[in-house]
């Protein structure tokens, strides 16, 4: 029974995407799906895998593992637009493939039981950020978070224009688009964390798709809880951080509460082992360190 404890979030995330590989392979009959959402649900469960045995790359295991398949395969390979242009684009066509799957399972929805899993184990844009000299961000943060719904109106905004010009050729410019949009990511991120020396920069305050991930994860059942009663108020969980949340508070409206990645840096540091990423809503008193559930 402890050992079901001890691994219930990986096997949260493996029934999660496999109910979504069989049910999208059956109703598209597609064995794509199949093949797609296995593959993401047993990289991401055996990252957290690795976790839970304090092996101490796992995140960095699944990061690659999914966000180097989604961006190579699936992005260059398969010229699949998997941005938010992407997302917008299959709206607006009213076609439920490709992007928006990808968003409302990664970013819309699964947000409310793995919260931001996607922006610590899968982005591909954080993915490469993660390797850069700064994952504890110089502070104070910077009051600039409203960018991000420039950049996402941008998004949308551009999608629109396609459609309401009617331009030719629109699938070949979402793959131009995918590809230049990287680009402009990974230029943007990596020049903001070496200007804030903060590999997140990008994801604090610029990143459109937090639009959709900050108030989804919000209600995340998946969540880092704190044993209060045992907390010594040291300040080492706060100080590696890479997003500044407050995560010794355990009410959802916690300072940055929105903003964890589910790294698990916070947890590690703990001298009294009275952090955990949590399945619900926390560990009893007598929960010891390693226990995930
Ligand atoms: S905030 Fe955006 S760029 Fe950062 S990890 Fe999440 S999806 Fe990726
Ligand atoms: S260090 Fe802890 S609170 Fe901060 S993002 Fe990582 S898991 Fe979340
Ligand atoms: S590291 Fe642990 S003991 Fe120290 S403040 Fe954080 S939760 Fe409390």
């Known amino acids: 029974m402890n050992r079901v404890k001890k691994y219930l979030p990986p096997i949260i995330i493996l029934i999660i995407f496999e109910s979504v590989a069989v049910t999208l392979w059956l109703t598209k009959n597609n064995p794509f799906y199949l093949f797609n959402f296995s593959y993401i649900g047993i990289a991401i469960a055996l990252g957290l895998i690795l976790y839970i045995n304090q092996y101490p790359h796992a995140r960095r295991v699944v990061q690659l593992l999914v966000g180097g398949y989604m961006f190579v395969y699936l992005g260059c390979v398969c010229r699949e637009n998997m941005q938010i242009e992407g997302f917008w684009y299959y709206l607006f066509t009213g076609v439920f493939e490709a992007a928006t799957i ?3 399972v990664a970013k819309i929805v ?3 039981i793995f919260g ?6 899968a982005c591909w844009t954080a993915m490469v950020l993660d390797f850069l000299p700064y994952p504890v961000p110089a502070r104070p943060r910077k009051k600039i978070g409203w960018i991000r719904y420039i950049t996402f109106a941008a998004s949308l905004i551009f999608v629109a224009a396609l459609f309401l010009t009617k331009v030719g050729g629109i699938e070949q410019i979402m793959f131009w688009a995918f590809l230049a949009g990287n680009a402009a990511y990974y230029a943007v991120g990596i020049g903001l964390a070496f200007a804030f020396k903060d590999n997140r920069a990008f994801c ?3 990143c459109p798709v937090t639009v959709f991930l900050k108030p989804m994860s919000y209600f995340s059942l998946i969540r880092v809880t704190c044993q209060t009663d045992q907390c010594v108020r040291c300040g080492k969980c706060e100080s590696v951080c890479p997003m500044d949340v407050e995560m010794t508070n355990n009410a959802r409206n916690r300072q940055n509460g929105t903003e964890c990645v589910l790294c698990g840096e916070c947890v590690k540091q703990c001298p009294k082992h009275c952090l955990a990423i949590t399945a619900g809503k926390g560990r009893s008193p007598k929960s010891r360190r390693g226990s995930t559930a």
């Open 102 to 104: 990808h968003y409302a």
């Open 116 to 121: 931001r899993g996607w922006c610590g184990y």
């Open 204 to 206: 604090k305050y610029i």
């Open 110 to 112: 699964g947000p409310l």
